[in-house]
């Protein structure tokens, strides 16, 4: 039972879920097909001695990421890291050559590689400039040249596979997680909304939970953002994404409205108190609430959606008549209460 219910079974649930993510196993399986390729046609690869072999299936690694566009990018900056390390190392070498002590030019490959690494424009391909320039230097031997030929060649070649399999098998397109995304953010939202509605009857009185949904739901929708980007980025050189152009502007729209939504959602459970007051202006209140969780609940669009919004209009108008008429309480309070309608207010306008 602890096993499921404490840190490890919520660790262990959290692990097993980023592993199940269809996603990611798709991009698993593309990357060991094109390194198996990658490693069988190696051998015909012009330019290249046969006994490197082993380098185009890393040359796969270093091209297979999440989009299209982004494994392109990678591969090209990864061959352009590798081709600066190169360089530096068979200058490395050209002073071993001359004289210098091997342990001076191994410090030296590192020491600039790192320094050049710090060049943003290298992108992916940054930490391969040590990397590579150490390896011509270790592994070269006399056959400098042929070594990092091989060495470039070959990895050139692993990345080229790794971009072609990731453009015809099935380019990655993250409409389907986006639009998962979405609908957990609607759901963090109601549950933040469905905590304020208990506060505001006075059905308990711990503000830490409301405080901790509000939490919840900040963070939440700062996930759905970045995913929301993801999504955008793989449709860019992505021949998946030319039918589907409108499916990623209602994201956009959908992502823009729960994003306002939140923002009032953050503001009223501050303002949102378990007073003790008149209990009719309570439930007014909690019901102004209930029925904007609806209308979040409710389907992006449709008939269900228009009625929520009609019914959570109503709620909110009667709870602004019964505060008018309230005319015993203090005007900070009375403030305060106004303010919480207003951000209900806004919700609605948002959702609408």
């Given at each position: 039972m602890l096993l499921r219910t404490g840190p490890l079974g919520k660790m262990t649930k959290r692990w097993g879920k980023q592993l199940g993510r269809l996603s990611r196993l798709v991009l698993a399986a593309k990357t060991a097909l094109a390194a198996a390729l990658a490693w069988y046609l190696a051998p015909l690869v012009p330019f290249a001695e046969s006994e490197y072999s082993y380098y185009a299936p890393l040359g796969v690694l270093v091209s297979m990421?999440?989009?299209?566009?982004?494994?392109?990018?990678?591969?090209?900056?990864?061959?352009?890291?590798?081709?600066?390390?190169?360089?530096?190392?068979?200058?490395?070498?050209s002073l071993v050559a001359a004289g210098a002590p091997s342990i001076a030019a191994v410090a030296l490959v590192v020491g600039v590689g790192v320094a050049l690494g710090g060049l943003h424009a290298f992108g992916a391909g940054r930490d391969w400039i040590p990397i590579a320039g150490l390896l011509v230097l270790l592994l070269?031997?006399?056959?400098d040249g042929e070594f990092s030929l091989s060495y470039l060649a070959t990895m050139g070649f692993g990345v080229i596979v790794g971009v072609l399999v990731q453009w015809i098998a099935v380019p990655p397109l993250y409409f389907g997680e986006a639009r998962a995304r979405l609908a957990d953010l609607r759901g963090a939202l109601a549950a933040c909304l469905e905590e304020a509605e208990a506060l505001a009857r006075g059905e308990q009185q711990d503000t830490?939970?409301?405080?901790?949904?509000?939490?919840?739901?900040?963070?939440?929708?700062?996930?759905?953002?970045?995913?929301?980007?993801?999504?955008?980025?793989?449709?860019?050189?992505?021949?998946?994404?030319?039918?589907?152009?409108?499916?990623?502007?209602?994201?956009?729209?959908?992502?823009?409205?729960?994003?306002?939504?939140?923002?009032?959602?953050?503001?009223?459970?501050?303002?949102?108190?378990?007073e003790e007051g008149d209990g009719a202006l309570r439930g007014a209140l909690g019901d102004a609430i209930a029925r904007c969780r609806s209308a979040v609940s409710a389907a992006p669009s449709g008939d269900e959606r228009e009625q929520a919004l009609d019914e959570a209009r109503d709620a909110l108008d009667r709870y602004f008549l019964l505060l008018g008429t309230d005319l015993r309480r203090e005007p900070a309070l009375r403030a305060d209460e106004a303010a919480t309608g207003a951000c209900l207010r806004r919700i609605i306008d948002a959702l609408a």
């Open positions: 990421y999440t989009t299209v566009l982004d494994s392109m990018r990678s591969g090209l900056q990864a061959l352009v890291g590798l081709a600066v390390g190169i360089a530096l190392g068979l200058g490395a070498l070269s031997g006399r056959e830490n939970r409301l405080e901790h949904s509000a939490d919840h739901l900040v963070a939440t929708l700062e996930k759905v953002t970045e995913e929301i980007r993801e999504a955008r980025r793989s449709e860019r050189a992505n021949p998946r994404a030319r039918r589907r152009y409108g499916e990623r502007e209602d994201f956009d729209e959908q992502l823009g409205v729960l994003d306002r939504a939140v923002f009032f959602t953050r503001v009223l459970s501050n303002l949102v108190r378990p």
